[in-house]
C-alpha cells in the first residue's frame, strides 16, 4: 500500500492567505520557501505568481492575482477564482505567516529525505554502482536537505578575520560618520545601528516629531543621505519644522500657512534656512495617513535603492496599520516590530521609529510603558526614552536616557537638553556632570 508523501494542505493555504492579506508577509517567508516547497500543484502555481508580481512590485490580492493568472493562461492551474478567493479567508492570524512557513517548510523536508532514501535504495539494489561513491553522493543530498533548513554555514574564525580587520583600519572619521542623534546622548548611544531598530519614544506632546527632524536636519547637514516617512502629518509639515529648526525662525505661523505674520527679517532668514535644507540629502514622504506594512517596506526599498539613504525614520510606528484584521493590540504592535526589524535587516540600514508611550502619569516612563516592550526587548538595538520637564522661567527642558542599548558604548545614561519648542531645536546644557548616572 502506498503511502501519501508528508504534506500541510492547511498550513500551505495559510501562508498563501497570509500573503494575500499582507503582502510584506511574502519578504518574510521568500527565504525559507520557493514555490516547489509547496505539495498542491495550486499552491505552487499561486506562489510563483506571487514572486513574479512581487519583484515587479505589483500589488497582490485576490483580485490582482487572478488577473494576473488569467493573463498568463495559469489561472485554472492555481485552482480558479473561487479557489484564489478561499485562499484570502483561510488565514487565522497572517503575522504568524513564519510558523505556517516553517510547517510547510517542513513537510518539504520530509519529502526529499524520503526522495532520498528511495534513490539511496534503488542505488544499493544496483550491483554495479560504487557504494563508496553512492554513500557519498546521497551524504551530500541529506546535507543539503539540512542546510537549506538552516539557512546558515559555517564560516571559520580565519575567513572573519579580514573582515574584522578592514573595520578596525577604516579611518576615524569613517568610524565616526555614523547615524547620530547630534545631542550629548550620542556619548551612550553611540550612533544608530545599521541593520538594527531604534525607538524613541514620549508621551503625547513631548517632542517627538521635533526629535525626529532634529536628528534628521542634523546628519543631512552633513551630507548623510535620509528619509522620513511620516503617517501623522504631510510632508510639507515636516519640512517646515526642519527649515525653522534650520532657520531659528519659529513655526508658529509658517505651519499654519500665515508667512505674512513675518517681519522682513524673518522671512529672509525663512528662506535662507529653505535654501540650505534644499541642498541637504533628505527624503519625506507621507500625507499624513496610515500606511501598510507592506508599503512601508516599498518606499524603504526605494530610499535605500533609488535615493541611496543611509537611515530610515518612521513617524510614528502605531500609525501602521494592523497586519491583519481582529488582530489585538498587542499583536499588531509585535508584528510591526518584526516586520520593521526584518525591514533593517533586509536593507543594512537602521531605522528609527518612534512611538507613544501609553501610561499617563507624573513619573518618568520606562520600556514597559510601550506596546510590545517584550518583542521590542528582543528586536530593537536601542530604546531612548524622553520627558519634557515643567518649564522653569519660561525655559524648556528634556530628560533623556536609554532604557536599552544592545552593544553600549557607555553604560545608560541620563542627560538634561534644553529645548526650544517653536523653533524644534535641541542643545545640551550639561555635559561635565549628571551624565553618569546608570
Not at 569613517?174 to 547615524?179: C, K, R
Not at 553600549?408 to 526650544?420: I, N
Request: one cysteine or more; aromatic letters at 8%; glycine letters at 8%.
Amino acid at each position: 500500500m502506498t503511502r501519501e508523501l508528508p504534506s500541510d494542505r492547511e498550513a500551505e493555504k495559510s501562508v498563501l492567505g497570509a500573503i494575500l492579506h499582507d503582502n510584506s508577509a511574502l519578504a518574510r517567508v521568500v527565504d525559507l520557501l520557493a514555490a516547489d516547497s509547496f505539495f498542491h500543484p495550486a499552491h505552487r502555481e499561486a506562489f510563483k505568481a506571487m514572486l513574479e508580481m512581487w519583484t515587479a512590485r505589483q500589488p497582490i490580492d485576490e483580485i490582482t492575482l487572478a488577473g494576473f493568472l488569467r493573463a498568463r493562461g495559469r489561472l485554472e492551474q492555481a485552482g480558479g477564482v473561487l479557489y484564489l478567493a478561499e485562499l484570502g479567508d483561510a488565514t487565522p492570524v497572517s503575522s504568524n505567516v513564519m510558523a505556517y512557513a516553517e510547517i510547510v517548510q517542513d513537510r518539504q523536508a520530509r519529502r526529499e529525505l524520503i526522495a532520498a532514501g528511495q534513490y539511496a535504495e534503488a542505488a544499493a539494489r544496483d550491483g554495479e554502482a560504487d557504494p563508496i561513491g553512492m554513500a557519498l553522493e546521497v551524504e551530500q543530498a541529506f546535507r543539503d536537505i539540512g542546510q537549506r533548513r538552516t539557512r546558515l554555514a559555517w564560516t571559520p574564525a580565519a575567513q572573519l578575520v579580514p573582515r574584522l580587520d578592514a573595520m578596525a583600519r577604516t579611518p576615524e572619521a569613517e568610524q565616526d560618520a555614523g547615524i547620530h542623534t547630534y545631542t550629548f546622548m550620542d556619548r551612550y548611544l553611540g550612533g544608530f545601528t545599521p541593520g538594527f531598530v531604534s525607538l524613541l519614544a514620549a508621551r503625547t506632546e513631548n517632542g517627538k516629531t521635533a526629535l525626529l527632524c532634529h536628528i534628521a536636519e542634523g546628519n543631512a547637514s552633513r551630507n548623510v543621505p535620509g528619509a522620513l516617512i511620516t503617517l501623522e502629518m504631510r510632508d510639507w509639515q515636516v519640512l517646515t519644522r526642519i527649515v525653522c529648526r534650520n532657520s531659528g525662525v519659529s513655526g508658529t505661523w509658517p505651519l499654519r500657512r500665515k508667512f505674512h505674520k513675518l517681519d522682513e527679517t524673518q522671512m529672509r532668514d525663512f528662506y535662507d534656512g529653505l535654501n540650505r535644507v534644499a541642498r541637504m540629502p533628505l527624503l519625506i514622504a507621507g500625507d499624513g495617513r496610515e500606511l501598510t506594512l507592506s508599503e512601508v517596506r516599498y518606499l524603504c526599498r526605494m530610499a535605500v535603492r533609488e535615493h541611496g539613504a543611509r537611515w530610515i525614520g518612521l513617524d510614528h510606528i502605531k500609525k501602521i496599520k494592523p497586519p491583519a484584521p481582529r488582530m489585538t493590540m498587542k499583536e499588531a504592535q509585535d508584528a510591526r516590530i518584526l516586520e520593521l526589524s526584518e525591514i533593517a535587516k533586509e536593507l543594512d540600514v537602521p531605522i528609527v521609529v518612534l512611538a507613544q508611550i501609553n501610561r499617563e502619569g507624573i513619573g518618568e516612563p520606562t520600556l514597559g510603558d510601550i506596546e510590545g516592550s517584550d518583542t521590542l526587548a528582543q528586536e530593537a538595538d536601542a530604546v531612548l526614552l524622553f520627558q519634557v520637564q515643567k518649564p522653569v522661567d519660561n525655559e524648556h527642558w528634556m530628560h533623556f536616557w536609554l532604557a536599552k542599548q544592545r552593544n553600549a558604548a557607555k553604560s545608560h545614561g541620563f542627560v538634561k537638553v534644553q529645548w526650544w519648542p517653536w523653533i524644534y531645536r535641541f542643545q545640551d546644557m550639561q555635559r561635565n556632570e549628571g551624565l553618569g548616572v546608570g
